[in-house]
């Protein structure tokens, strides 16, 4: 059993550097918080998880007219540097985790043998909508999920929420170590998460 979990959201380049397909706003400023996030992982040895987008051109939330609530420009495509993920948090030794159901017990084997660094590729906003996520966390247990990256109001959104609904971890979300496509979504989603007993630290706080 794992007692504290690192939950990394798309910290990617096209996300994260200014000239990528689909920059975040003011994303590059949390850079240096990333790596001292990612470092006081590694340090006090724990493990670091996450999602990346990982796309073809014909994926459901890629568009030439996109609304940028439900649907997005291309970006993190498949053969491109955008979909790797930036340097300050970019993984030593990852198990990369596709979205095609993986055999309980063969999954079960990958995770025990490989459980440090672990970010399962998807399609859709919802890490969830890769079906290996749930039985991915059974084999760890964790308590904790101390969730980072981009953005918090549409990947981390989903990642929190799909937390809270399995209902078994404490959820915290590192604030400045995120930033939001739509800040006045995200203020309404911190204090309906606090609410629903989400901890909100700073990057500074984590001990």
């Known amino acids: 059993m794992t007692q504290k979990l690192f939950w990394d959201v798309d910290t990617q380049y096209d996300f994260m550097k200014s000239d990528g397909k689909l920059y975040v706003p003011e994303a590059e400023s949390i850079i240096p918080i990333l790596e001292k996030v990612t470092q006081f992982a590694r340090d006090h040895e724990i493990p ?19 609304d940028f609530y ?9 053969g ?23 055999p ?20 859709r906003f919802d890490v969830f909508t890769n079906p290996n996520v749930i039985p991915a966390l059974e084999v760890i247990q964790p308590t904790e999920i ?4 981009v953005a918090l109001d549409v990947c981390d959104y989903y ?27 995200a203020e309404e989603l911190l204090r309906d998460w606090e609410k629903r007993g989400v901890r909100i630290i700073q990057s500074h706080e984590l001990k």
């Not at 439900?70 to 498949?78: D, G, I, N, R, V």
């Not at 309980?104 to 998807?122: G, S, T, W, Y």
């Open 159 to 185: 990642a929190i929420e799909g937390f809270l609904k399995i209902g078994r971890y404490q959820v915290v979300l590192i604030e400045d170590a995120t930033k939001p496509i739509h800040p006045q979504k």
């Open 104 to 123: 309980v017990e063969k999954l079960k084997e990958m995770i025990i043998a490989h459980p440090n660094e672990v970010f399962f590729r998807k399609q």
């Open 80 to 102: 491109t540097s955008g979909w790797e993920k930036i340097e300050a948090t970019r993984p030593k030794n990852p198990l990369w985790i596709d979205s095609q159901p993986i």
């Open 70 to 78: 439900q649907t997005f420009p291309p970006h993190c495509l498949q």
């Open 146 to 149: 101390f969730v980072y990256g």
């Open 48 to 66: 670091i998880w996450g999602s990346v987008d990982y796309h073809q051109p014909d994926d459901p939330e890629i568009s030439d007219q996109p």
